[in-house]
């Protein structure tokens, strides 16, 4: 159980944080509440931002004013909400047969000596696509759950190498990334096709880890918001908001990724802020129980002054899951921060 303080989110506008919505289960979870409203405040607010001045603002805005009318919350409430932290491990194109058995071996003793605490927080792997029903397997009888690094928007068909979200299903994941930093600039995915994989992957049931982030560049001409806020509003414009009800974010500066150049906690907890006010000017329920987690040369030593930002709320990780002992060593720091 993880106090993660929405209080926050309070100052966003008048919404209700319902006390009912403390839970989250791994397959998503459920929120038994009306939806909420924006607020006016929160509309002009999002015009004030400088999200993306120019286009990205415009639309998600324009899609808040259009779908939703602006209506006084009558009866303000007060709540924390509890969001399971996620340690995500992104293998990328490595291992191999006896990688993948000795590190799941590994890393479910490691939970095993943690006890009953380990409950606190949720385990995924992603190994590559030819280990996730060997990976499947191993970890059948313990907490972790696997998935793949990416999916085919497309069902079935004469699509040579691609996987479908059913495929992944079948192979018993229960999860897939989609739009990592490396399938959008060394695939050229657009932000459109990460909507079309987000919506494939939730029709299917798999629970998607969207990724989202700023270059280097992007960051130095202070577009860290713009872009995220555009490949955000994609989604939501594809989508809806609701996805995010089930969907699972990963802030990833790109500079960071395999970089050894990591966020200050500070920085990635102004982006990840930045996020869920995005996510609550849509539905504060929505922003409240969305896990947003950082990903970018996140290592034992960095992981426990990330993980205790406020609005991180797990970790997505490439070099460092690759070694178990380093890869607990984050799942240790996440059940000691949850507690
Ligand atoms: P890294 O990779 O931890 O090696 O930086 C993160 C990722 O690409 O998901």
Redesign the pocket.
């Known amino acids: 159980m993880h106090p993660k303080s929405t209080d926050h989110l309070q100052g966003m506008g008048k919404n209700i944080l319902n006390p009912t919505l403390a839970r989250q289960r791994f397959m998503g979870f459920a929120l038994h509440t009306d939806r909420m409203m924006p607020s006016r405040e929160i509309c002009i607010r999002r015009l004030q931002t400088g999200i993306n001045p120019i286009k990205s603002a415009a639309k998600i805005d324009s899609a808040c004013t259009n779908r939703y009318y602006p209506r006084p919350i009558s009866s303000p409430n007060h709540s924390v909400r509890m969001r399971t932290p996620v340690i995500a491990g ?1 293998w ?1 194109m490595n291992g191999s047969v006896e990688m993948a058995r000795s590190l799941c071996g590994d890393l479910i003793e490691g939970l095993r000596t943690a006890g009953d605490n380990a409950s606190r927080i949720e385990v995924l792997l992603c190994p590559p696509a030819t280990l996730l029903g060997q990976v499947s397997r191993a970890i059948a009888d313990s907490q972790i759950r696997c998935g793949s690094q990416d999916i085919d928007e497309r069902e079935s068909g004469a699509f040579t190498g691609q996987i479908s979200a059913s495929m992944v299903i079948d192979a018993g994941g229960t999860h897939t990334l989609v739009g ?3 399938r959008r600039t060394l695939f050229g995915e657009t932000d459109e096709v990460v909507a079309r994989k987000t919506s494939a992957a939730l029709r299917a049931n798999l629970t998607p880890v969207v ?1 989202i982030g700023e270059t280097r560049e992007e960051r130095e001409a202070e577009q860290t918001n713009a872009v995220v806020g555009r490949q955000i509003s994609a989604i939501v414009r594809h989508c809806g908001a609701d996805v995010f009800r089930n969907a699972i974010i ?1 802030y ?1 500066p790109v500079w ?4 050894g150049l990591t966020a200050t906690p500070e920085q990635a907890q102004e982006t990840h802020r930045f996020i869920r006010q995005l996510l609550a000017a849509e539905d504060s329920a929505i922003a409240e129980g969305c896990r947003i987690l950082y ?4 290592k034992p030593d960095n992981a426990p002054d990330l993980l205790a930002q406020t609005d991180i709320d797990g970790g ?6 690759l070694n178990s002992k380093d890869f607990f060593a984050i799942c240790a720091a996440a059940i000691e921060q949850a507690a």
Do not use: D
Request: proline share 0%; charged share 15%; aromatic share 0%.
């Open positions: 992104n990328k990592h930093s490396e990724c990963a990833e960071a990724i395999g970089t990903g970018g040369s996140m997505l990780i490439g070099g460092a899951s």
